[in-house]
C-alpha cells in the first residue's frame, strides 16, 4: 500500500502508475492542547515554519508593517533558514520590530504553547503539502490566514473555517479582516 496524505499527493502516485486501489489517503496526526484565552487587547499573530524563500515570510512582514497601525497586535515568528537574517533586517527596515520577534526553531511542545496562546495563524507560503503547523494551529483554535494554493484548499474553505489569499493587497484585507472582527477569529 502507498499512503497519501493530500489528493494531491494521491493524483501524483497514480501518475507515477499505482493503482488507486493500493493508495490509502490519510490525514497527518496533530495534537490539540487547551487553549488558553486572555482579556489582552493585543492580539497575537504567528508563523512557524522554515525561514526560505517560498515561504513568503517577507510578504507577511511587509502585511504587518501595512496595516499596523489598524489594532494592537504582536507578531511572533517561529523557525530558522536560510532567510532569518533577511527577514531580521527587513523588520526593523519596516520599524515592525516592536511587534514582531523571531523565535528560531522550537520544539514541538514549544510549537505546541506558541499556538495555545496565539490568536491568528498565517501561512503565507507559495507551495506546500499539508502543513502540520496548519493543522496544529486549526486544532489549537486558530483563526488562520493561508496562501491560495491547492494544499490549504483542501483544509480551507475560503470565509468559513479561514481565509485565503493570493497576493499582499489581499493578505492585508485578510488580515485587517480578522484584526477588526472577533466573530472571524472564533
Not at 492580539?43 to 504587518?64: E, H, N, P, Q, T
Amino acid at each position: 500500500l502507498f499512503i497519501a496524505i493530500t489528493d494531491e499527493v494521491n493524483k501524483e502516485l497514480q501518475s507515477f502508475g499505482i493503482d488507486k486501489e493500493r493508495i490509502k489517503q490519510i490525514p497527518n496526526g496533530v495534537y490539540i492542547p487547551n487553549k488558553i484565552t486572555t482579556n489582552n487587547q493585543t492580539l497575537k499573530i504567528s508563523y512557524i515554519g522554515r525561514l526560505i524563500k517560498r515561504k513568503r515570510v517577507d510578504m507577511l512582514l511587509k502585511a504587518i508593517a501595512n496595516i499596523r497601525d489598524q489594532k494592537a497586535f504582536h507578531l511572533t515568528i517561529s523557525g530558522q533558514g536560510i532567510e532569518e537574517p533577511n527577514l531580521r533586517s527587513l523588520a526593523k527596515d519596516l520599524n515592525i520590530k516592536d511587534i514582531c520577534n523571531f523565535n528560531g526553531e522550537l520544539s514541538h511542545l514549544e510549537v505546541s504553547e506558541i499556538l495555545n496562546q496565539t490568536d491568528i495563524f498565517v501561512l503565507p507560503s507559495d507551495s506546500e503539502g499539508m502543513s502540520n503547523a496548519l493543522l496544529e494551529a486549526m486544532a489549537s483554535n486558530n483563526a488562520v490566514i493561508v496562501s491560495d494554493i491547492a494544499a490549504n484548499r483542501q483544509l480551507i474553505n475560503d470565509k468559513k473555517n479561514g481565509l485565503l489569499f493570493s497576493n499582499l493587497k489581499d493578505l492585508e484585507e485578510a488580515l485587517s479582516l480578522i484584526l477588526s472582527d472577533s466573530k472571524i477569529r472564533t
